[in-house]
Nanobody, 115 residues
Framework: VQLVESGGGSVQPGGSLRLSCAAS????????MNWYRQAPGKERQWVAR????????NYGDSVKGRCTISRDNAKNTVYLQMHSPKPEDSAVYYC?????????WGQGIQVTVSS
């Protein structure tokens, strides 16, 4: 099982950034996919969730209205589009695949929002 995040880096406040997470080694469409983030000195925070079919999405209060989660089951990939990011969105972002008894994590990717 592998989850590999990409697309991170530095972005200016008010810009945009799209994170990708490529999955392999499991039946991607059977899993809920999540994005989490962790800033230095803080606990890991849930960001967004998308159902296996892609028909249902949920967002954390801190990003609601500023992020869009989506998935392409044909490509085994989940995305997180960040709109108008703020400096407080700076963190390591993690991709997570979850099902009843299974829980997989990516290695994380740094996002820095700074002018």
């Amino acid at each position: 099982v592998q989850l590999v995040e990409s697309g991170g880096g530095s972005v200016q406040p008010g810009g945009s950034l799209r994170l990708s997470c490529a999955a392999s080694g499991f039946t991607f469409s059977s899993y809920v996919m999540n994005w989490y983030r962790q800033a230095p000195g803080k606990e890991r925070q849930w960001v967004a969730r998308i159902a296996g079919t892609g028909g249902s999405t949920n967002y954390g209060d801190s990003v609601k209205g500023r992020c869009t989660i989506s998935r392409d089951n044909a490509k085994n990939t989940v995305y997180l589009q960040m709109h108008s990011p703020k400096p407080e969105d700076s963190a390591v972002y993690y991709c997570n695949a979850a099902r009843q008894w299974d829980d997989y994590w990516g290695q994380g990717i740094q996002v820095t929002v700074s002018s």
